[in-house]
Protein backbone atom coordinates (compact mmCIF):
# COMPACT_ATOMS: atom_id res chain seq x y z
CA UNK A 1 0.00 0.00 0.00
CA UNK A 2 1.05 3.54 -0.90
CA UNK A 3 1.55 6.36 1.67
CA UNK A 4 -0.81 8.92 1.02
CA UNK A 5 0.74 12.16 -0.22
CA UNK A 6 -0.34 14.35 2.72
CA UNK A 7 1.27 11.89 4.73
CA UNK A 8 4.48 12.13 3.01
CA UNK A 9 4.60 16.11 3.00
CA UNK A 10 4.21 15.88 6.58
CA UNK A 11 7.75 14.33 6.91
CA UNK A 12 9.00 15.37 4.42
CA UNK A 13 8.23 19.05 6.77
CA UNK A 14 9.58 17.13 9.56
CA UNK A 15 12.58 16.64 8.19
CA UNK A 16 13.31 19.59 6.54
CA UNK A 17 12.91 21.54 10.15
CA UNK A 18 15.47 19.07 11.63
CA UNK A 19 17.98 20.17 8.66
CA UNK A 20 17.37 23.72 9.25
CA UNK A 21 17.94 23.69 13.41
CA UNK A 22 20.96 21.29 13.04
CA UNK A 23 22.32 24.07 10.70
CA UNK A 24 21.58 26.25 12.59
CA UNK A 25 23.07 24.92 15.68
CA UNK A 26 26.51 23.86 13.64
CA UNK A 27 26.24 27.58 12.43
CA UNK A 28 26.70 28.95 15.68
CA UNK A 29 29.18 26.06 16.92
CA UNK A 30 31.60 27.55 14.07
CA UNK A 31 30.51 30.88 15.11
CA UNK A 32 32.43 30.34 18.64
CA UNK A 33 34.94 28.58 18.20
CA UNK A 34 35.83 31.29 15.16
CA UNK A 35 35.11 33.97 18.19
CA UNK A 36 37.64 32.07 20.75
CA UNK A 37 39.69 31.42 18.68
CA UNK A 38 40.74 34.74 16.64
CA UNK A 39 39.11 37.10 19.37
CA UNK A 40 41.03 35.65 22.37
CA UNK A 41 44.15 35.94 19.95
CA UNK A 42 43.45 39.36 19.63
CA UNK A 43 43.00 40.40 22.74
CA UNK A 44 46.06 38.72 23.72
CA UNK A 45 47.64 40.00 21.61
CA UNK A 46 46.68 43.69 22.77
CA UNK A 47 46.62 42.76 26.40
CA UNK A 48 50.25 42.02 25.65
CA UNK A 49 51.20 45.36 23.49
CA UNK A 50 49.29 47.18 26.35
CA UNK A 51 52.10 45.42 29.23
CA UNK A 52 55.12 44.96 27.58
CA UNK A 53 55.07 47.64 24.19
CA UNK A 54 57.38 50.13 23.49
CA UNK A 55 56.69 53.63 23.84
CA UNK A 56 57.69 55.73 21.32
CA UNK A 57 57.13 59.17 20.41
CA UNK A 58 56.05 58.95 16.85
CA UNK A 59 54.67 61.16 14.07
CA UNK A 60 51.66 60.65 12.35
CA UNK A 61 52.27 59.72 8.20
CA UNK A 62 48.50 59.02 7.62
CA UNK A 63 45.15 58.41 9.96
CA UNK A 64 41.95 56.07 8.55
CA UNK A 65 39.02 56.57 10.40
CA UNK A 66 36.42 53.67 9.77
CA UNK A 67 33.03 53.09 10.99
CA UNK A 68 30.22 50.43 10.80
CA UNK A 69 26.41 49.48 11.82
CA UNK A 70 25.62 47.50 14.77
CA UNK A 71 22.64 46.02 15.93
CA UNK A 72 19.30 46.51 15.25
CA UNK A 73 19.37 50.03 16.40
CA UNK A 74 21.49 51.01 13.92
CA UNK A 75 24.48 52.61 16.18
CA UNK A 76 28.28 53.48 14.49
CA UNK A 77 31.16 52.25 15.94
CA UNK A 78 34.20 53.26 15.08
CA UNK A 79 38.10 52.25 14.58
CA UNK A 80 41.09 53.96 13.41
CA UNK A 81 44.38 52.79 12.06
CA UNK A 82 47.37 55.21 12.15
CA UNK A 83 50.50 54.52 9.76
CA UNK A 84 53.37 56.52 11.95
CA UNK A 85 56.85 57.02 11.69
CA UNK A 86 59.15 55.79 14.67
CA UNK A 87 61.90 58.43 15.85
CA UNK A 88 64.57 54.82 16.84
CA UNK A 89 63.25 51.84 14.66
CA UNK A 90 61.84 48.77 17.02
CA UNK A 91 62.89 45.78 15.68
CA UNK A 92 64.51 46.89 12.57
CA UNK A 93 60.78 48.74 11.60
CA UNK A 94 61.12 52.33 11.40
CA UNK A 95 57.45 52.75 10.79
CA UNK A 96 54.00 50.36 12.47
CA UNK A 97 50.60 50.45 12.26
CA UNK A 98 48.70 51.71 15.36
CA UNK A 99 45.01 50.40 15.92
CA UNK A 100 42.94 52.44 17.65
CA UNK A 101 39.57 51.36 18.95
CA UNK A 102 37.62 54.95 18.47
CA UNK A 103 37.65 57.75 16.29
CA UNK A 104 41.28 59.94 16.30
CA UNK A 105 41.78 63.13 14.71
CA UNK A 106 45.22 63.15 14.09
CA UNK A 107 46.52 64.60 11.12
CA UNK A 108 49.95 63.79 8.84
CA UNK A 109 52.88 65.55 11.15
CA UNK A 110 51.32 65.59 14.43
CA UNK A 111 53.34 63.58 17.16
CA UNK A 112 51.44 60.79 18.97
CA UNK A 113 52.91 58.49 22.18
CA UNK A 114 52.34 54.90 20.75
CA UNK A 115 53.25 51.52 22.85
CA UNK A 116 54.86 49.19 19.67
CA UNK A 117 54.64 45.51 20.28
CA UNK A 118 58.25 43.87 20.46
CA UNK A 119 57.32 40.65 18.95
CA UNK A 120 55.68 42.27 16.31
CA UNK A 121 56.89 45.68 15.19
CA UNK A 122 54.39 46.13 12.63
CA UNK A 123 51.44 46.62 15.12
CA UNK A 124 51.16 49.15 17.83
CA UNK A 125 48.69 50.87 19.92
CA UNK A 126 47.62 53.64 21.86
CA UNK A 127 48.62 53.74 25.67
CA UNK A 128 45.60 52.70 27.70
CA UNK A 129 43.23 52.41 24.66
CA UNK A 130 43.61 48.12 23.86
CA UNK A 131 42.26 47.51 20.38
CA UNK A 132 40.53 44.47 21.87
CA UNK A 133 39.46 43.73 25.23
CA UNK A 134 39.33 40.54 26.72
CA UNK A 135 35.76 41.56 27.83
CA UNK A 136 34.32 42.30 24.54
CA UNK A 137 35.20 38.52 23.78
CA UNK A 138 33.68 37.42 26.61
CA UNK A 139 30.33 39.13 26.28
CA UNK A 140 30.55 37.91 22.42
CA UNK A 141 31.44 34.15 23.56
CA UNK A 142 28.76 34.32 26.37
CA UNK A 143 25.48 35.34 23.64
CA UNK A 144 27.22 32.55 20.85
CA UNK A 145 26.73 29.83 23.72
CA UNK A 146 23.40 30.77 24.37
CA UNK A 147 22.23 30.69 21.00
CA UNK A 148 23.99 27.28 20.76
CA UNK A 149 21.77 25.92 23.59
CA UNK A 150 18.82 27.55 22.38
CA UNK A 151 19.25 25.56 18.68
CA UNK A 152 20.54 22.83 20.03
CA UNK A 153 17.01 22.31 22.29
CA UNK A 154 15.47 23.18 19.33
CA UNK A 155 17.05 20.21 17.42
CA UNK A 156 16.74 17.81 19.71
CA UNK A 157 12.55 18.40 20.12
CA UNK A 158 12.40 18.61 16.59
CA UNK A 159 14.02 15.27 15.98
CA UNK A 160 12.09 13.97 18.93
CA UNK A 161 8.92 14.93 17.47
CA UNK A 162 9.90 13.48 14.00
CA UNK A 163 10.89 10.19 15.95
CA UNK A 164 7.76 9.77 17.65
CA UNK A 165 5.86 10.34 14.54
CA UNK A 166 8.03 7.62 12.33
CA UNK A 167 7.47 5.37 15.55
CA UNK A 168 3.47 5.81 15.56
CA UNK A 169 3.34 5.36 11.84
CA UNK A 170 4.60 1.68 11.53
CA UNK A 171 2.71 -1.50 11.51
CA UNK A 172 3.27 -4.14 13.51
CA UNK A 173 3.74 -7.25 11.54
CA UNK A 174 2.48 -9.60 14.44
CA UNK A 175 -0.76 -7.63 15.05
CA UNK A 176 -1.43 -5.85 11.71
CA UNK A 177 -1.93 -2.58 14.16
CA UNK A 178 0.01 0.39 14.14
Do not use: C
Not at 6 to 31: D, E, K, N, P, Q
Not at 37 to 53: D, F, I, K, L, N
Not at 143 to 151: G, N, R
Request: proline share 6%; no cysteine.
Amino acid sequence: MRPRAGTRRRVVRRTGAIWFSGLFLLGFVVALVLILTGGSAAAARSAYTQAHGVPEVATVIWARNMSFRSGSSGSISWYADMLVRLPHPVGGQAQTTVHVPDKVSYRPGDTVTVLVDTQGPGYAELPGRPYVARPVVLVFSIIVSLLIIVSAAGFFFSDRSWLRSRRAGRVNPASGRA
